[in-house]
Nanobody, 121 residues
């Protein structure tokens, strides 16, 4: 069974940095798009950043220039480097990936359990 496991969240002061990681485990044949979403209390889940298998990246306007998404396909891992954090970035961050699992003919979307990011002085 494929699973996504995030790590790296925590409490950081405004202006600080965090690096989130998400590793995909299980019987994985291939991974297409990998992405990070976030959801703040009372708000809808929103796309933060995505990266394709050929390393094409896209970002939400609110994080451009501050966040960087990257991936290591040898480790089935996607990262989110977050710099210059501000209180508006506080949310639960979720990893998402489109994965072809062994024994399947179809690509499926998988989600991690989320990691909390708190930005406060």
């Amino acid at each position: 069974q494929v699973q996504l496991v995030e790590s790296g969240g925590g409490l950081v002061q405004p202006g600080g940095t965090l690096r989130l990681s998400c590793v995909a485990t299980g019987n994985i044949i291939n991974i297409d798009i990998m992405a990070w979403y976030r959801q703040a209390p009372g708000k809808q889940r929103e796309l933060v950043a995505g990266i394709t298998s050929d390393n094409t990246r896209n970002y939400a306007d609110s994080v451009k220039g501050r966040f960087t998404i990257s991936r290591d396909d040898a480790k089935n891992t996607v990262y989110l480097q977050m710099n210059s954090l501000n209180p508006d970035d506080a949310a639960d961050y979720y990893c998402n990936a489109r994965i072809l699992q062994g024994g399947s003919y179809y690509w499926d979307d998988y989600w991690g359990q989320g990691t909390q990011v708190t930005v406060s002085s």
